[in-house]
């Protein structure tokens, strides 16, 4: 039996609503996934998040955190565009399925945008990038992950199109965790 709107066990205050994930869905579904995307970015430009954080690791390692942050970037874009794809508006429901072609597209280049070979002598596996190539990728992936925002924030998963936006509470929540 579920008293309405009384406190039950502790914080907890069961109400009349209906049980509702929304909330930590965006978050997880979807802010986390932004919140990565930016971080696969970086590191698939730089190889590393920090400016001095590549002086601990060779030129080979980086090119490794370079291409694995391209295959990350891509999945992760393929995931977010998965969880969103039921709420976006229709009118933007076409946009968004292109962006999600041209991610597909993109995905059998990404094995083609480097090369894996062992050195004969010492067996350390050297990690070539064909910069062209991958650049050109990222750059795809970085177009479809900008103009993503506009269809998710006309969807109601940014900002809710009821509320004034204040960034301070919204940075201050992010930085908490939550």
Known sequence: MVNKGKEMGGDITLGSDAWNVADGFTKLKILRQLIMLDRWDTIAQFGTEEIDEDNYINDNQIRKRRIEALQRFHS???QLLGNVM???RSD??????????RVKTVEEFIQKSYSLKEDAVSHDDSFE???DLFKKILEILQ???DKLNTPLNSAGLIFRPSEEVDLD??????????
Do not use: Q, R, Y
């Not at 429901?93 to 072609?101: H, I, N, P, S, T």
């Not at 509470?169 to 939550?178: D, F, L, Q, V």
């Open 169 to 178: 509470k919204i940075m201050s929540e992010i930085i908490e965790g939550g």
């Open 76 to 78: 992760t874009i393929k």
């Open 143 to 145: 177009d479809v992950k």
């Open 86 to 88: 039921f709420a976006i």
């Open 92 to 101: 933007d429901l076409e946009k968004v399925k292109v962006m999600l072609d």
């Open 129 to 131: 990038i064909n910069e």
